[in-house]
Structure formats: C-alpha cells, structure tokens
C-alpha cells in the first residue's frame, strides 16, 4: 500500500493566492483528517470527514479556509485567499472508521505563504 | 475538557537513558490513549496505545502507564538509542467515538551519544 499521499509535498505563494492542497487516503479508510502544524500551536485538527461527509469543521480558522471530498480517494484543503500566518506543515491523515483510531498520517505539505 | 496536556515540551537525555513524557486529561470520556513519534520531515506514525482498562502496555522498549483515577498517562522508552530522537505526542480519543483525536502539544526528544 502506498500509504497517505499529499501533494504538493512544498509550496511558496505570494500573499493573496489562492493554495490548493491535496490528499489521497489509503484505500478502504472511511475517516480522513485535515491538520495543521507549526512550532506555536503543535498540531491543530481543522477537519474530518467520515464516508466523504464533513463532520466536524470546528478546526477551520476562517472563512478563508475550505475542504472538500468529492470521492472516496480524494480531498482537498484550500486556502483563498493565502497569508503569511497560513505559512505552516499541512498533514492529512486517514484511518478505519470502525475499530481502533489509529491514523496514518502522509508526509504533509509545507506551505510558505510571502 | 477537550484538552490533552503534555509535558515537558522539550528532553534531553543520554544514551540508555529513560526518558518520561507525561500527559493529562480532564475528559473522563476519553477511551483510547495513543501516542504518536514523529521524525523531522514526516508525518507523526501510532507507536503504542492504550486504553483506560489497562495501567500498563509495553511494545519493545516502550512503555505507557496510565493513572485512571488521576487521569493521567505517560510514556517511559527504556535503554533510550539516538535513534529515539523525535517528536512525541500524546493523544485522547474525543467523545463521542469518532476516530478523532485531540493532540497534547508534542515533546521533542533528543538522546545525545
């Protein structure tokens, strides 16, 4: 299995650009999770869905931020529009919705917003 | 309520060591401790678990502890390796049972030669 896959694995936008994350969960996993990590505030759930269908967004700074999982195999996590303070790790991560939490996080995109 | 808090925020300690990280939680509704290593660049990985039935699990090297009436858990890594140097991070599993979890706020460990 080829585990949690993100893309890009880096990205450097300019203030005001719209930032498109992406993710690809392991296949037959039910829940996926968005997070966010930086040095001041460790690691921040912004969101998850179970069978493709938002849960609990609670997590999501603004407006500004929005995700989406059209499919079983696919979300995204964007940001519109971008700046400086967004600049952080984005991790998503997938696990069974049934039985035991663990969650397998991909390898996270660093964003760097200027 | 929601919270996970884990110290202390940073360790350093030699080789062969026992490096305690502890965490505690006020949500007598938690049911599933995990905690998670992660190594610069990565993402965090499930290294052991364990839920409020059990006082102690141990995998390997690895140990958790967990205090039910204090509400509290720890992770001890016996004969600590330079290999060990990461983030750790303790987590709750958040009512009602869902798959989330709610992260403390990472130890960073260093095991020095």
């Known amino acids: 299995d080829a585990g949690v896959i993100q893309s890009p694995r880096h990205e450097v936008t300019e203030m005001g650009q719209e930032v498109t994350l992406r993710c690809k969960p392991i296949?037959?996993?039910?829940?996926l999770f968005w997070y966010r990590q930086t040095m001041m505030r460790g690691l921040e759930l912004l969101i998850y869905?179970?069978?493709?269908?938002?849960?609990?967004d609670s997590g999501m700074p603004e407006d500004r931020f929005s995700a989406k999982m059209p499919n079983a195999s696919f979300s995204t996590l964007k940001i519109q529009p971008s700046e400086p303070r967004d600049s952080a790790v984005y991790f998503c991560a997938s696990s069974p919705l049934s039985g035991v939490s663990e969650q397998f996080f991909g390898p996270g995109t660093r964003l760097t917003v200027l | 309520q929601q919270q996970v808090k884990q110290s202390p925020q940073s360790l350093i300690v030699q080789k062969g060591g026992i490096p305690i990280i502890n965490c505690a939680y006020e949500?007598?509704?938690?049911?599933?401790f995990p905690w998670y290593q992660q190594f610069p660049g990565k993402g965090p990985a499930l290294l052991i678990a364990i839920r409020p039935d059990v006082s102690e699990k141990k995998e390997g090297r690895f140990t958790i502890s967990f205090n039910k009436s204090a509400k509290q858990f720890s992770l001890h890594i016996m004969d600590s390796q330079p290999g060990d140097s990461a983030t750790y991070f303790c987590a709750a599993r958040a009512p009602p049972v869902s798959g989330k979890l709610i992260f403390g706020q990472g130890t960073t460990l260093q095991v020095k030669p």
């Open positions: 296949s037959g996993h039910n829940s």
């Open positions: 949500n007598t509704a938690f049911d599933y």
């Open positions: 869905f179970n069978n493709n269908v938002p849960i609990d």
